[in-house]
């Protein structure tokens, strides 16, 4: 949990904006409309805050939670395919308990996943995901590779976990 | 429009953020194709899902493998890595080796921090424990902006598990040496880090105690971003006087050879840094351009050249004598001349780049962090002083170190260079076959004789072959014997006889060769010396090869000893052979030895502009100098120093109130002494060279008078001890009395007192010409004492004449008379004879073994 505070937003912006535009773009919307979103999210954010309505930020969390409720608006009003609206959860503004877990059960499954990579891969993961401002660029410097390998690794890696995650949900 | 399918890899890379296409046409492409959108939303979760993982899993920082998810994860288990030791999360590992790591970690606030792991692979001892602890301790009190500031000390896990952790200040900045690919460094940068650094070793040096950084070189030294230069690594670092200097820590190349030995002064990181500065001018490892004498070239003005060559001398001596005074030099670098002791290229250490010495040295330098050396073995080689040359110059005057300067002030005012002592022909005694050493009957310093078993070698394997040898020829004598006894009978041919006959002559040098290598295995002296030192033990194997030693022991003859100096080209003009030199030690530098020149090699060293010269000390006067002494050399002219005479008593005056009538034409003059001595009742040794003869009518005349008057007509003078008046030349005697005192000081030196003979009888002697072993057996058997005469003592004779004399007195003057001495001892009452130089000789040996 980040506490920001007044201020700040530049840098929570600059920090949490891709995986709060993520998070919209997961529910189906166009790449325009969900930047949109995503920014009409901060606006929103700063303007409670600057009213005194929010006494505690819970960043991107709450953020996050704030743009999938924009967006499932926007989805019930139409605008966005009913294949769509399906996936949407009831109570996007909060997380529930089930949700927390299933989505536990995602990360380890995630991890296992990815215990099985190459060292290679597995430092480029780390350098890239799990280093504050990691960027392939950074990774490829880190490692002493050329930035389209490491574009390269990246996209094996998301392959084969992806391929982890769907054979774990066919396995019983 | 754009017909091209949309990859999932592009979409993978967009949710990235590391989309390289355009990535507005993406988009736009996005907005049209539903089934991209859809695989757009997937790879967007799934990104969301990587992010959540990558913020939930626990990656090792060194090998990146995944931690379990435990509730204390400690350290990786597929690297060994720490994950949050003591609270600090790791986020990457610098180094790591056999002795521990260093990580870069944050701590709760999210500093940053550099991280030191100690790791042990045996339990650590107390004295492990107290070094960490000390080492923190001093640390911890370090405060300087040049130098990280320490954050914490800790230690994690038990037994063979236990990590220690010291937490400083991350230090944001390049290592210098890492920079080489990228830049080269001009010599104001030089300059530059060297004054930051010096102001850093000033610092250190200021603290009480001082603390000895011990391990600077470029790897150490930080260039941040503003340029400044930040010190690390105190891992090595000594408080001076805490620990004792029986293991070497630093990094080989960067450490003066002393440090080897464990010891450090301030003049040790002065050394470090002037090797890192030349390492980064010439992008060089210092040890392929520091011989181990001296600063090989290097591309910089002479000032500098100076400066750097003083911070490396191998003589800490001739080094800056601290921080303080480097910096002091480098702040007037092309102001003030540094004043240059250009080293001797002699080898230290018995280490040459040739030789297997380097490669084990650098095996022995087990680093951690490049630091920690155990060089055990190495402190243990003779560390010879370097001979160092300087010309004598008046304060102030500018030194050329860039060449020989053409004018030569030295030459006329004599050149002073420094160096060493070393033994005319030291000897390294070793063996023709390989063997082991089975018995040693020599050690350090013992005296040795030429010809004298000094040690044997095992010999078993001989004895059983000399054995075998010895069986074969008493069995082909016994075939010759039966071939002989059936040639007289005709049943053996003459051939099979001769055969025989060589069967036995084969084996019989077969015995011979045998016997000459047993004979091999008693080593001996092959001079007269001392044993300068005992290469290998009993047991030891004495063969070129691997575990074993090349030799068993050096020998030299100590009684001839040479001053070993390198001197400039451009002060050779003032060197000659046979010139005289004055020889001086940093213990005794108030009475100079006296030496000659007797070499002035024939090459020069090209790289030094040096030329080897050697002065040969007087044998009468070396005493108390040994080999490896370092000395200055003070080269004279061709005539001898006027020898400074120590402060000789004033001889005692014989005085006597009685008168002689002295009436005669002409005659001899030991007669007339004879006359002298028995009318005035004056007890006196003449020599046997007083032949003269003198002519005069005196009359009557005082005794004392008359005594000295005809003893002055021949150049004569007299001692008078004991009650008896010893007759000599004026220089005989005066030497005899310098001698003494000289040997006064020698046995004061050694705790000794002069020995005296016990008193006893007196003597009424009135021996003319008297056979010398005789007269001196004859006083030896009154006062009871054994006389032991060495073989020289058969010729010459001597006269002593003189009534109540005490035999003791008698006995000391006809020595004297002849330049003999004795020593006394009391067990047995021996008396044992020899000359003076040759009994003085023994006690200077003793002085040096002293």
């Keep these: 949990m980040t506490t920001l505070q007044p201020g700040v937003w530049d840098d929570a912006i600059r920090q949490w904006d891709h995986r709060v535009y993520l998070s919209v773009l997961a529910l189906g919307l166009p790449p325009d409309r969900a930047r949109e979103i995503a920014q009409t999210t901060w606006t929103k954010l700063m303007e409670k805050h600057a009213a005194g309505t929010l006494r505690e930020l819970e960043l991107p969390g709450l953020a996050i939670r704030q743009a999938r409720f924009l967006a499932l608006n926007d989805l019930s009003r139409g605008k966005t395919e009913r294949r769509v609206l399906a996936a949407v959860p009831d109570e996007p503004t909060a997380p529930d308990l089930e949700r927390q877990l299933t989505s536990r059960a995602e990360v380890a499954r995630v991890l296992t996943a990815l215990a099985t990579c190459s060292p290679t891969a597995r430092r480029v993961f780390r350098l890239v995901y799990a280093t504050a401002g990691g960027t392939p660029a950074l990774a490829a410097e880190e490692v002493g590779l050329s930035l389209q390998r490491v574009r390269q690794i990246l996209c094996e890696t998301r392959a084969h976990i992806r391929k982890q995650l769907a054979d774990q949900e066919v396995a019983p | ?850």
């Excluded at chain 2, 420094?418 to 023709?432: D, H, M, R």
Aim: glycine letters at 8%; charged letters at 25%.
């Design chain 2, 1 to 850: 429009m754009n017909t091209d399918k949309i990859s999932r890899d592009d979409l993978a890379l967009y949710t990235m953020g590391a989309y390289d296409g355009d990535a507005a046409a993406l988009e736009a492409r996005l907005g049209e194709d539903e089934g991209a959108r859809a695989m757009l939303a997937e790879e967007a979760e799934l990104e969301l899902l990587l992010r959540d993982a990558a913020a939930a899993g626990t990656f090792c920082a060194n090998c990146d493998d995944l931690i379990p998810d435990t509730k204390e994860p400690v350290r990786c288990g597929s690297c060994g890595a720490a994950i949050a030791p003591g609270g600090y999360t790791v986020e990457s590992v610098l180094v790591a080796n056999a002795h521990g790591r260093m990580y870069i970690a944050r701590d709760a606030d999210g500093t940053r921090v550099a991280l030191k792991e100690l790791a042990f692979v045996q339990s650590p001892s107390s004295d492990s424990l107290a070094a960490f602890e000390r080492e923190a301790k001093f640390l911890r009190a370090l405060a300087h902006s040049a130098i990280p500031r320490f954050r914490a000390a800790f230690e994690e896990g038990a037994g063979v598990h236990t990590r220690y952790y010291l937490a400083q200040e991350l230090v944001e900045g390049t290592p210098l040496d890492a920079r080489f690919d990228e830049h080269f460094y001009t010599e104001a940068e030089i300059i530059d880090i060297a004054r930051q650094v010096l102001v850093v070793l000033v610092y250190l040096q200021s603290l009480s105690p001082m603390v000895i950084h011990r391990d600077i070189k470029p790897a150490n030294l930080l260039r941040r971003a503003d340029g400044s230069i930040a010190v690390v690594d105190f891992g090595a670092a000594h408080v001076q006087g805490t620990t004792a200097g029986s293991t070497s820590i630093g990094t080989f190349g960067y450490m003066p050879l002393e440090q080897l030995a464990g010891q450090v002064d301030a003049t040790t990181d002065c050394y470090a840094l002037g090797a890192s500065l030349v390492h980064l001018l010439t992008r060089r490892e210092p040890w392929r351009i520091l011989t181990p004498t001296t600063l090989g070239p290097v591309n910089v003005s002479p000032a500098l050249n100076a400066f750097l060559q003083k911070l490396v001398s191998a003589e800490p001596k001739d080094r800056f004598a601290n921080a303080a005074a480097a910096l002091a030099g480098l702040d007037n670098l092309g102001k003030e001349p540094v004043a240059i002791i250009p080293t001797r290229k002699k080898p230290r250490l018995q280490l040459s780049m040739n030789s297997v010495a380097w490669p084990i040295a650098l095996v022995l330098v087990a680093a951690i962090f490049g630091t920690y050396a155990t060089m055990r073995s190495a402190m243990h080689q003779p560390v010879a002083p370097r001979a160092a040359i300087e010309t004598q110059r008046s304060p102030g005057e500018t030194v050329d170190t860039t060449g020989p300067s053409p004018a030569s002030p030295a030459a006329t005012r004599g050149v002073v260079a420094s160096g060493y002592i070393a033994a005319k022909a030291p000897i390294v005694l070793a063996v023709n076959a390989g063997s082991r050493i089975a018995k040693l009957n020599v050690e350090n310093g013992d005296r040795v004789t030429k010809g004298q078993i000094v040690a044997v070698l095992e010999d078993a394997s001989l004895q059983a072959d000399i054995e075998v040898a010895n069986a074969h020829l008493r069995d082909v004598s016994r075939a010759l014997q039966s071939k002989q006894h059936a040639r007289a009978i005709d049943a053996a041919t003459r051939a099979e006889v001769e055969s025989a006959t060589g069967a036995v002559e084969i084996a019989a040098a077969e015995v011979h060769a045998i016997s000459q290598k047993i004979e091999a295995t008693k080593i001996r002296s092959p001079v007269d010396g001392t044993v300068l030192e005992v290469l290998a033990r009993p047991g030891e194997a004495v063969a070129v090869g691997d575990g074993s030693t090349a030799g068993i022991m050096r020998i030299a003859d100590l009684s001839e000893l040479v001053a070993e100096t390198d001197v400039a080209e451009a002060d050779l003009k003032g060197i000659a052979v046979d010139q005289y030199a004055e020889v001086t030690t940093d213990s005794v530098r108030d009475t100079p030895y006296l030496a000659r020149v007797r070499e002035i090699s024939h090459m020069a060293d090209k790289a030094r502009g040096t030329v080897l010269v050697r002065a040969y000390l007087d044998t009468s006067s070396n005493a108390g100098l040994k080999p490896g002494m370092a000395v200055q050399v003070r080269f004279l002219g061709d005539a001898p120093p006027p020898r400074k005479a120590p402060d000789v008593p004033a001889p005692a005056r014989w005085t006597s109130d009685a008168v002689i009538d002295i009436r005669s034409e002409k005659m001899g003059l030991e007669q007339l002494l004879v006359d002298i001595s028995k009318g005035c009742k004056l007890a006196i040794v003449i020599p046997d060279y007083v032949k003269s003869t003198v002519g005069t009518t005196m009359g009557e005349v005082p005794c004392s008078s008359a005594f000295e008057t005809f003893l002055a007509s021949a150049s004569l003078d007299y001692r008078y001890e004991g009650g008896i008046a010893r007759v000599g030349t004026r220089h005989e005697l005066a030497q005899y009395d310098i001698e003494a005192v000289e040997h006064a000081a020698i046995l004061a030196r050694l705790g000794k007192k002069l020995e005296l003979l016990p008193a006893g009888p007196t003597m009424n002697l009135d021996y003319r010409g008297f056979p010398l072993p005789t007269l001196l057996q004859t006083i030896a058997k009154v006062g009871n004492v054994k006389l032991v005469l060495p073989d020289y003592v058969k010729g010459g004779t001597a006269t002593i004449i003189g009534n109540g004399v005490p035999w003791n007195a008698a006995l000391r003057a006809v020595l004297a008379s002849h330049d003999l001495d004795f020593r006394y001892t009391d067990n047995g009452r021996l008396v044992r004879v020899g000359t003076r130089h040759e009994l003085m000789q023994e006690e200077r040996e003793a002085l040096d073994s002293h």
